[in-house]
């Protein structure tokens, strides 16, 4: 079947740019993406561009060229189901707050409540797309709440989880390395396959979309999050070592990652991986592994989350050892609170937990990012529940620019590896600071010789 149109429940970091390049590529297929949220549906109808809620490099154009033509935003859900050939389930997928698997499984009512309202509405056979990250052999579940409708519509699942990574999100959707799609093996469960490939094909080269079977697919999309951040844990874990040996993680990682058989990517040691998916999805398939019974293969996944956790808090407590082992009343900037460069998430950002951790100790954090609210950085903290919001308001103060915020301050943190910060005139800080002014880059960013002869002290990771 050609698919001439599509819906996509949830118009978030995924849905909203994944279907912008969808519309953008596929002129003949109507796309609607349709969300309960009707503040961040009006951002994405909002008449200038760039007021949409998704901060990503090239995206404003993107949604500009295709919006109104064959893109549209709407809170109108039973009406774009209704008319959908196919429709993706983009929505969140957090890790559970409450009851069985609280901390770790995967809360799946948003997926649920949208399987519920497809089989209430649909009037006519379609294709359903798990787009949102899930625990393996979740469509089994789906299957069972669509298949007993009593209505007579069939439905096809298939399983096509999202590689995008934020910041570059619109280049990995123009150019992936693979689509990955799991169908049914059956004549049916073929054609739909068949039918989604035939979207991708408008712009993805066929021996780059890859077909398997549904549970492969799901669970592929876990252990590749759980491969990556098993990089960063690993290379995060080496930093500690080189500072106790003055070996240098930025040499280390340079010369293993010349190797062909380990590659130089996601070898960056930093203050720890952030962003909703790697610890979500590392914990997800933890707990997939304890519950099959699987307890050394969910221990050995584990100790990549164990590994982050340590990796920011030593980075937070090198802060307070450094500065004489108290920051209490010490104005400390913060450089980024994005989890992060190019992208406006903070989601799980390393930047929160470092901020938690001063403020138990009493420090006054200074904040500039290039594209975060203070409103956005007080709710992550106040999401903590560590202390009351009031407090967190008093010992957060957020600049719009880097030199005011870093005016009369005893140091400096780099959170975000935002490029501006490079370009930054450091002497000009470094006059306007106490002394010693130290800056503490927990991205290697800074070139840290050069801020050396300025007179910072200056430390970073592994190094
Ligand atoms: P998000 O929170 O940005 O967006 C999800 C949206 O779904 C929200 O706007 C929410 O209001 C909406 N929603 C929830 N329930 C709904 C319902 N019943 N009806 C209509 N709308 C509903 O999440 P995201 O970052 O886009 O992630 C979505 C999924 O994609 C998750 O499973 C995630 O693990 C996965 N994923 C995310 C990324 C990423 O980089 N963010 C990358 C790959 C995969
Ligand atoms: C990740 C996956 O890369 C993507 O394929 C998946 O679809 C969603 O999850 P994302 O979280 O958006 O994407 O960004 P990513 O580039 O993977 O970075 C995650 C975190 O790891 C960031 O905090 C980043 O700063 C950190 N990181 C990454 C490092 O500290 N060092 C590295 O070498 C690479």
Not at 119 to 131: D, H, M, R, S
Not at 350 to 355: D, R
Not at 410 to 434: C, G, P, R
Request: proline share 3%; charged share 25%; with cysteine.
């Amino acid at each position: 079947m050609k698919i001439k149109n599509i819906c996509c429940i949830g118009a978030g970091y995924v849905g909203g740019p994944t279907m912008a390049v969808i519309a953008q590529k596929c002129p003949d297929i109507k796309v609607t993406v349709v969300d309960l949220n009707e503040a961040r549906i009006a951002a994405w109808n909002d008449k200038d561009v760039s007021n949409i809620p998704i901060y990503e490099p090239g995206l404003n154009e993107m949604v500009g060229n295709v919006r109104g033509k064959n893109l549209f935003f709407s809170t109108e859900v039973d009406k774009a189901i209704e008319e959908a050939d196919l429709i993706f389930i983009s929505v969140n997928t957090p890790t559970k707050t409450y009851g069985t698997g609280k901390g770790m499984a995967a809360d799946l009512k948003h997926i649920e409540l949208c399987a519920r309202q497809i089989a209430k509405v649909a009037k006519n056979n379609k294709i359903i797309v798990e787009k949102s990250t899930l625990p393996v052999r979740t469509a089994e579940a789906l299957k069972s709440i669509l298949d007993n409708t009593g209505n007579g519509v069939q439905f096809q699942i298939l399983s096509n989880p999202e590689f995008l990574a934020e910041g570059t999100a619109v280049q990995d959707l123009l150019n992936p390395d693979r689509v990955l799609i799991g169908g049914e093996s059956s004549p049916e469960g073929q054609k739909a396959i068949d039918s989604l490939v035939g979207v991708y094909a408008n712009w993805v080269p066929k021996d780059r979309i890859l077909t398997t079977n549904v549970w492969s697919s799901e669970l592929s999309k876990l252990v590749a999050n759980a491969f990556l951040a098993q990089r960063v844990s690993s290379i995060n874990a080496i930093s500690e070592l080189c500072e106790k040996t003055e070996a240098n993680v930025n040499e280390v990682a340079k010369a293993i990652g010349m190797d062909s058989r380990i590659g130089s990517k996601f070898l960056k040691a930093s203050v720890g991986f952030g962003g909703s998916c790697f610890q979500k999805d590392i914990l997800n398939l933890v707990y997939i592994s304890k519950a099959f019974g699987l307890n050394e293969v969910a221990d050995y996944w584990e100790q990549v989350i164990i590994m982050n956790d340590h990796q920011k808090r030593r980075f937070s407590k090198n802060i307070v050892q450094t500065l004489y082992n108290t920051v209490s009343g010490k104005k400390i900037t913060f450089l980024g609170w994005a989890f992060k460069k190019d992208t406006n998430d903070t989601r799980e950002s390393a930047a929160i937990y470092v901020a938690d951790d001063l403020i138990n100790e009493q420090a006054n954090i200074a904040l500039y990012d290039p594209k975060v609210a203070l409103k956005q950085v007080l709710s992550d903290l106040d999401y903590l529940d560590t202390r009351k919001p009031s407090e967190n308001e008093k010992h957060i103060t957020s600049y719009n620019n880097a030199y005011d915020a870093c005016k009369n301050s005893h140091a400096i943190a780099v959170l975000t590896e935002w490029d501006e910060f490079n370009d930054y005139d450091w002497q000009k800080i470094y006059d306007s600071m106490l002394k010693p002014a130290f800056v503490f880059d927990g991205r290697n960013l800074l070139d840290g010789d050069k801020l050396k002869a300025i007179g910072f002290v200056y430390q970073s990771i592994g190094c």
